[in-house]
């Protein structure tokens, strides 16, 4: 029951109208009261106008209502009636319907101080909101043009190098040659970075399709995807009971791939892997997965780099990759409402959590 | 292998584009008969037989590769241009373009391209693409009735 419309500012004349309005009926309901023989309505209704008006038309008005009122209630109601003096037995009265008044308008007025602010501090908290939302755009829009863009010379180089390398085989000396497979591996090696990154984009644009998903069938998935990887190697898979959650089952697919692809990956050096897939914890809000391995392990005083875009702990020769696998990870898990996390150490394996909220 | 060689049309800006597509077609003995449009432009008006080409024996191409972003008139205005006229809807059209935008895989499929191809930026990859779409469409795959072959 809150009219939109802020008297004060959109007309001042009308919040003077809505004065003279209230206290005029209030003060026909007080003698319409009087003439039935109903006592004292006239400090209740008086008071009520009073309220109104603060509340809806702002000081001005509501001082001009409290004045009206102060100055009708002593004509009509105050002995002597229909006289402005006021006569010594009734002053108490009077005094208190005066106090009583100012109290009321009072209250009333930072009642609506406090819905004023709290209205302005909505609309610049919507404001910042799209603001950050069109800036975000901005950035994925450019994130993905540019690696698109980068892509088409990044050909050129890639194929010219290898037509280079046909073309003049013969005459071209041992060094010669080295120095065009590097050219090619590099470009090779930007074609990866260039891709890892546009699918990493295309994750933030992307929208969402929520629906009900079986953590522990998505872990089985992954299992089965990176089964080319594991070929010929033994790995200990372990898969504990996990709970169904709401999300979309691309995205988080994507992310038990990243994770599972990671710790076979990360156990390569040790003859016998183990890789154990479970739920931390499910309680009413949110469940959280873990993934653990028994492989290289990292650093914990570089646990915060870990989940950064292209970051990496480890060097190309020792495990390839491009740094992107954990990024997206995060990238997808926050998209969720979700945190992730990560405990290692240094050759004793490391153990990924990521938690999403229920429901 | 040049015996049913059917007319190519190749619509692409980019001139390193246009010698690595010739490049991979020639080892495959298929460039002879590919023709180059630089811009939206040109194709159209190598397709209705004017401007430049007004002198061509008015025949459609057996197939036609199509880049997407282009300058003057882009990809898929010639592909909207070409399937909505009645003599040039039967033309197979083959995008080959670096995009992987699903919208432009979209518009492309709605407007009823035949075949959507991301090039490659692995150059072994490229050859291969664009020997089997050669293969195929110049080669292999009838062409409508009436388009231009050796």
């Known amino acids: 029951?809150?009219?939109?419309?802020?008297?004060?500012?959109?007309?001042?004349?009308?919040?003077?109208?809505?004065?003279?309005?209230?206290?005029?009926?209030?003060?026909?309901?007080?003698?319409?009261?009087k003439y039935f023989g109903v006592r004292d309505v006239e400090l209740p209704v008086f008071t009520l106008?009073?309220?109104?008006?603060?509340?809806?038309?702002?000081?001005?008005?509501?001082?001009?209502?409290?004045?009206?009122?102060?100055?009708?209630?002593?004509?009509?109601f105050v002995e002597p009636l229909y006289s402005l003096v006021i006569s010594p037995q009734?002053?108490?009265?009077?005094?208190?319907?005066?106090?009583?008044?100012?109290?009321?308008?009072?209250?009333?007025?930072?009642?609506?101080?406090?819905?004023?602010?709290?209205?302005?501090?909505?609309?610049?908290?919507?404001?910042?909101?799209?603001?950050?939302?069109?800036?975000?755009?901005?950035?994925?829009?450019?994130?993905?043009?540019?690696?698109?863009?980068?892509?088409?010379?990044?050909?050129?180089?890639?194929g010219f190098s290898e037509l280079l390398q046909k073309h003049a085989a013969s005459s071209l000396d041992d060094k010669s040659r080295r120095y065009i497979r590097s050219i090619m591996e590099s470009a090779k090696k930007m074609g990866t970075l260039i891709d890892d990154l546009l699918g990493f984009a295309r994750i933030g644009r992307a929208e969402t399709m929520k629906g009900s998903v079986n953590l522990e069938q998505l872990?089985?998935?992954?299992?089965?995807?990176?089964?080319?990887?594991?070929?010929?190697?033994?790995?200990?898979?372990?898969?504990?009971?996990?709970?169904?959650?709401?999300?979309?089952?691309?995205?988080?697919?994507?992310?038990m791939v990243n994770l599972v692809s990671n710790a076979v990956k990360f156990t390569r050096i040790r003859s016998r892997a183990e890789i154990e897939i479970g739920c931390a914890r499910d309680d009413a809000r949110e469940v959280e997965v873990f993934v653990r391995d028994n492989g290289a392990g990292f650093e914990m005083q570089h646990v915060n780099k870990l989940f950064g875009v292209f970051q990496r702990l480890h060097l190309s020769e020792e495990f390839e990759g491009t740094g992107i696998g954990l990024a997206t990870v995060q990238r997808i898990v926050h998209r969720h409402g979700g945190k992730v996390?990560?405990?290692?150490?240094?050759?004793?394996?490391?153990?990924?959590?990521?938690?999403?909220p229920k429901g | 292998m040049a015996e049913r060689l059917g007319r190519i049309l190749m619509v692409e800006d980019d001139p390193n584009d246009v010698e690595l597509t010739l490049t991979a077609l020639e080892e495959y003995h298929l460039a002879n008969e590919v023709v180059v449009a630089r811009d939206g432009q040109?194709?159209?008006?190598?397709?209705?037989?004017?401007?430049?080409?007004?002198?061509?024996?008015?025949?459609?191409?057996?197939?036609?590769?199509?880049?997407?972003?282009?300058?003057?008139?882009?990809?898929?205005?010639?592909?909207q241009q070409v399937k909505s006229d009645e003599n040039l809807k039967m033309i197979p059209v083959v995008v080959l373009t670096s995009s992987q935008e699903e919208k432009d895989m979209m518009r492309s499929y709605r407007l009823g391209v035949n075949a959507?191809?991301?090039?490659?930026?692995?150059?072994?990859e490229f050859v291969n693409a664009v020997r089997e779409l050669g293969v195929f469409w110049a080669v292999i795959n009838q062409p409508p009735p009436g388009s231009m072959k050796k």
């Not at chain 1, 106008?49 to 009708?72: D, F, H, K, R």
């Not at chain 1, 150490?345 to 153990?351: C, E, I, L, M, S």
């Not at chain 2, 194709?43 to 008015?58: E, H, M, V």
Request: some cysteine.
């Open chain 1, 1 to 33: 029951m809150r009219w939109k419309l802020d008297l004060r500012y959109d007309h001042p004349i009308l919040g003077y109208g809505l004065s003279l309005l209230c206290v005029g009926l209030a003060l026909g309901v007080a003698l319409l009261a």
């Open chain 1, 49 to 76: 106008a009073i309220a109104v008006v603060t509340w809806y038309a702002g000081i001005g008005s509501s001082a001009l209502t409290v004045v009206l009122a102060t100055l009708l209630f002593d004509y009509f």
């Open chain 1, 90 to 158: 009734d002053i108490p009265y009077f005094i208190i319907f005066v106090v009583w008044a100012v109290v009321v308008s009072s209250f009333a007025i930072v009642r609506r101080r406090v819905e004023e602010n709290l209205r302005h501090t909505r609309e610049a908290l919507a404001d910042r909101a799209a603001e950050l939302e069109a800036t975000n755009k901005e950035l994925e829009s450019f994130t993905y043009s540019v690696s698109h863009d980068l892509r088409a010379p990044l050909r050129h180089v890639a």
């Open chain 1, 219 to 255: 872990a089985r998935e992954a299992i089965a995807d990176v089964g080319q990887e594991a070929s010929g190697r033994d790995i200990a898979w372990k898969i504990g009971a996990l709970p169904a959650c709401h999300g979309d089952r691309a995205m988080l697919r994507l992310v």
């Open chain 1, 341 to 356: 996390r990560a405990e290692g150490a240094v050759d004793k394996g490391a153990t990924f959590y990521f938690s999403l």
């Open chain 2, 42 to 79: 040109q194709a159209l008006d190598y397709l209705y037989c004017r401007g430049q080409f007004s002198d061509r024996t008015p025949e459609n191409p057996a197939v036609m590769l199509l880049d997407l972003k282009l300058p003057k008139v882009d990809g898929l205005q010639v592909l």
């Open chain 2, 116 to 124: 959507y191809v991301v090039k490659p930026v692995d150059f072994h």
